[in-house]
């Protein structure tokens, strides 16, 4: 059974900093691109960042750029995404999704996603 488990969310005050994490199972890791996606209330899903399968590569979208960075550890089946220097409107619940094809990079469409997790709430006080 493929399962991804988000956790790490919780309420923060501005300027603060949350790291999730994305645990995988039930199916080969190392093979797939991985992202993080948000949903805040009221609005859609967008594509926050995501890595590449094998070489890393990382893509953000412009307003994380330079506070958030994502990881994985293949040996661990997890990806992490850490976040720095929180504002309020980073609000939301944040899902992962692992991506087979991997192309074209970065994969920012939530259609191209394989599996999805259960999401975790982020909440960040001003």
């Known amino acids: 059974e493929v399962q991804l488990v988000e956790s790490g969310g919780g309420l923060v005050q501005a300027g603060g900093s949350l790291r999730l994490s994305c645990a995988a199972s039930?199916?080969?890791?190392?093979?797939?691109?991985i992202g993080w996606f948000r949903q805040a209330p009221g609005k859609g899903r967008e594509a926050v960042s995501c890595?590449?399968?094998?070489?890393?590569?990382?893509y953000y979208t412009d307003s994380v750029k330079g506070r958030f960075t994502i990881s994985r550890d293949n040996a661990k089946n997890t990806l992490y995404l850490q976040m720095n220097s929180l504002k309020p409107e980073d609000t939301a619940v944040y899902y992962c999704?692992?991506?087979?094809?991997?192309?074209?990079?970065?994969?920012?469409?939530?259609?191209?996603?394989?599996?999805w997790g259960q999401g975790t709430q982020v909440t960040v006080s001003s």
């Open positions: 999704a692992a991506d087979r094809r991997g192309t074209p990079f970065p994969i920012t469409s939530m259609t191209s996603y394989d599996y």
């Open positions: 039930g199916f080969t890791f190392d093979d797939y691109a």
């Open positions: 890595i590449a399968s094998y070489d890393h590569r990382t």
